[in-house]
């Protein structure tokens, strides 16, 4: 790493996963001569997928055709390694990302075994990031096993790196939740995160020593980490906190919608099925009158109603919950599957899940647990389990994994924080508020949901946390352990449109992938492209969600005019570093507002996915395009006229193939980036 000491880029991307690949390959090919560095933390390219992150039977729960870019055929690239119907595996994937970043001359721009630790924006008119880069040292707690307990130590010190503009592109599955169950650190099986699971699943699932494993949460990589022992031959005692939102959705890749067999993935991307969601963009498809029928009348209500009843009732049919037994009963979602985003995942396995419960190979228990105690995991109101291992699958940090500074900008930059002063506190309330107001009145519905549970906002080990009645173990991934220490809850990602600091002129800094939906390479490239044309000042965007949009809302009443409610909005969005300094102008006083409808509407419309902390809108993907598009300035309509739009089947990447060159030729090739 002493080979970037104090070295100035033009772009510096943070994660060479799939997002940060897409987002340096578009902008070399907008702006060639661009000076541009990747940083990421793994040994290998892909990020989830990079090759010490690919399990034994670990699988996409996309099937071939929708998880490729536009412009790179997996087909091509990896001949006869996968085929129609068939569940891409994880080395496939890993080979496909490497061969994409070695045919667009991106590896030579990758400095693996590099964690950000910092960004420290530079004042002055030069402006641009100061980044502290750490070595990425394994952090593995892997009891009784010789081969893992020694975690290899990197003496080197940390570096500083300097770029102009900024891409953070590590997403949300970087950092596994640590730990922080009272007991953990005496306590003697091998005890490890999903992420550490990952990183040696072939040794545990091969140690002869291992046949009875307890598997703690309730979401896909729970349900991947059971198959995994059970289709082993060893034991599971599957935990499910009783106290938590219980188990997720586990779906077919083909259900039934009345007598209709169709392919999910591909479902939620046609413009019949986006109506039936409501949402704050959605009209941003050309589709209003529809969708205000559909939303805000009571016979359109009624029918979108019986549709998302017929779904998740087809759902549990298929999968039989219901009707294989007492054991895979508990398996059962408490809320309709209208409210849960990417908590509908996918049943990808070679073999039913179910039959593992039946044979008694698994047995899950709906109970919290109290604590560990040496081989034990004790559990409220019954005895304690022994078990052999314990795999913790109870999610991901979904913060940056940077801390910011200086630390006072949280606020503007629209990152998860506990540091907002008061004057930053009460202008989100008051944003938040308004916006809530607006959201129930359109979609009356949304009121009706599971509640919000305070603990969906917390981060089980707060960077500013300074009590601990036990320090953690070096170099573990368990958190420090308190008698019950009670965390205050983080703020979620506050980015317009999901990818750009609310209220920062600077236009230096973007974040991508900080959100959950289907065709995920897809939305890659398209926000990829948004973030180079906003870093570079060659956006317009579209008209706000609320304040050209006349039907139903709340802010503008006695028939106030855009421009006098604009007057008022400047007035009270001004978010404050200081108490005094104004950072909101009037170019992102809208912004603020529509941020505040972007994060407020995901956390009424999907609870019991992820929209508590971030964007998590797995049935309103399409319409998010339209409106990033539509932000360029491109055709959102790509099918050809609004009756293949309507009746011309899903979108899949080829409708948005040419995306970039397309752009460049409506700007008239001014768009020069940084060079």
């Known amino acids: 790493m002493s080979d970037l000491e104090d070295s100035h880029f033009d772009i510096v991307i943070v994660g060479a996963g799939a997002q940060g690949l897409v987002a340096a390959k578009t902008y070399l090919q907008l702006s060639p001569n661009t000076t541009l560095l990747i940083l990421d933390s793994n040994k290998t390219i892909g990020g989830v997928w990079a090759k010490e992150n690919c399990y034994p039977g670990l699988r996409t729960n996309n099937q071939l055709g929708t998880y490729e870019f536009t412009d790179f055929n997996i087909l091509d690239v990896c001949p006869g390694k996968v085929r129609k119907g068939e569940h891409i595996p994880g080395e496939v994937l890993h080979e496909y990302f490497y061969k994409y970043?070695?045919?667009?001359?991106?590896?030579?721009?990758?400095?693996?075994?590099?964690?950000?630790?910092?960004?420290?924006?530079?004042?002055?008119?030069?402006?641009?990031?100061?980044?502290?880069v750490t070595p990425a040292n394994g952090s593995h707690r892997i009891a009784k096993i010789d081969a893992l307990d020694t975690v290899k130590k990197d003496n080197e010190s940390s570096t500083t790196v300097f770029t102009r503009k900024l891409i953070v592109a590590s997403g949300l599955t970087s950092a596994p939740m640590p730990v922080s169950i009272p007991g953990a650190a005496p306590f003697t099986p091998p005890l490890l995160t999903f992420g550490d699971f990952r990183h040696h699943a072939t040794q545990i699932l091969e140690d002869p020593n291992i046949k009875h494993v307890a598997v703690y949460g309730s979401a896909k990589s729970a349900y991947d980490a059971v198959y995994a022992f059970a289709s082993r031959?060893?034991?599971?005692?599957?935990?499910i906190r009783?106290?938590?939102?219980?188990?997720i959705y586990m779906s077919p890749s083909h259900i039934y919608i009345g007598p209709l067999k169709v392919w999910?993935?591909?479902?939620?991307?046609?413009?019949?099925?986006?109506?039936?969601?409501?949402?704050?963009?959605?009209?941003?498809?050309?589709?209003?009158?529809v969708r205000r029928w559909l939303h805000g009348t009571r016979i359109g209500r009624w029918i979108v109603k019986q549709y998302w009843k017929k779904m998740g009732g087809n759902i549990i049919t298929q999968t039989g919950l219901k009707t294989k037994g007492p054991e895979i009963e508990k398996l059962l979602p408490k809320e309709e599957a209208f409210w849960y985003g990417t908590n509908i995942s996918i049943l990808n396995y070679d073999t039913d899940i179910h039959q593992f419960l039946q044979n008694g190979t698994v047995k899950v228990v709906r109970k919290d647990?109290?604590?560990?105690?040496?081989?034990?995991?004790?559990?409220?109101?019954?005895?304690?389990?022994?078990?052999?291992a314990f795999i913790c699958s109870t999610g991901w940090r979904w913060d940056s994994g940077i801390d910011f500074l200086p630390k006072n900008e949280d606020a503007n930059l629209g990152i998860p924080s506990t540091r907002y002063n008061d004057?930053?506190?009460?202008?989100?309330?008051?944003?938040d508020s308004q916006a809530d107001k607006e959201i129930l009145s359109r979609f009356p519905v949304l009121a009706t949901g599971p509640g919000v549970r305070e603990d969906d906002r917390v981060i089980s080990e707060p960077k500013n946390t300074s009590i601990a009645a036990t320090a953690a173990p070096e170099n573990s991934n368990l958190a420090a352990e308190p008698e019950r220490q009670k965390y205050e809850p983080y703020t979620p990602w506050r980015l317009f449109r999901g990818i750009a600091p609310p209220a920062n002129d600077r236009r230096d800094l973007v974040f991508l992938g900080m959100m959950?939906?289907?065709?995920?390479?897809?939305?890659?490239?398209?926000?990829?492209?948004?973030?180079?044309?906003?870093l570079n000042a060659a956006l317009s965007p579209s008209p706000p969600l609320a304040l050209n949009d006349n039907h139903n809302q709340p802010s503008l009443q006695n028939n106030e005019s855009t421009e006098e409610e604009e007057k008022k909005l400047q007035a009270s969005v001004t978010v404050t570093s200081s108490g005094s300094e104004a950072v909101a102008s009037?170019?992102?006083?809208?912004?603020?507002?529509?941020?505040?409808?972007?994060?407020?509407?995901?956390?009424?419309?999907?609870?019991?996915?992820?929209?508590?902390r971030f964007p998590d809108f797995t049935f309103d993907g399409l319409p998010y395009f339209d409106l990033l598009i539509g932000d360029l300035g491109l055709r959102k309509w790509r099918k050809g006229g609004w009756w293949k739009e309507v009746f011309g089947g899903a979108y899949f990447s080829k409708e948005y193939k040419g995306l970039v060159e397309e752009w460049r030729g409506r700007s008239g090739g001014d768009a020069k980036g940084t060079e």
């Open 101 to 132: 970043a070695e045919t667009f001359d991106l590896l030579k721009r990758v400095k693996f075994g590099c964690k950000v630790t910092t960004a420290e924006h530079l004042p002055g008119r030069g402006g641009g990031w100061k980044l502290t």
């Open 233 to 239: 031959k060893k034991k599971v005692t599957w935990i």
């Open 242 to 247: 009783a106290s938590g939102h219980g188990p």
């Open 264 to 289: 999910l993935e591909p479902l939620v991307f046609t413009r019949l099925h986006t109506w039936m969601s409501p949402c704050v963009w959605g009209d941003s498809d050309g589709f209003g009158s």
């Open 369 to 388: 647990i109290e604590r560990l105690e040496a081989q034990k995991v004790m559990l409220t109101g019954c005895e304690g389990v022994e078990v052999d």
């Open 423 to 431: 004057d930053q506190k009460q202008m989100w309330q008051e944003m």
């Open 516 to 534: 959950l939906s289907y065709q995920t390479l897809l939305r890659y490239e398209i926000t990829a492209l948004w973030a180079y044309a906003y």
């Open 586 to 612: 009037k170019t992102n006083s809208w912004w603020l507002y529509d941020t505040a409808l972007f994060s407020r509407f995901v956390r009424w419309r999907y609870p019991m996915g992820f929209g508590t």
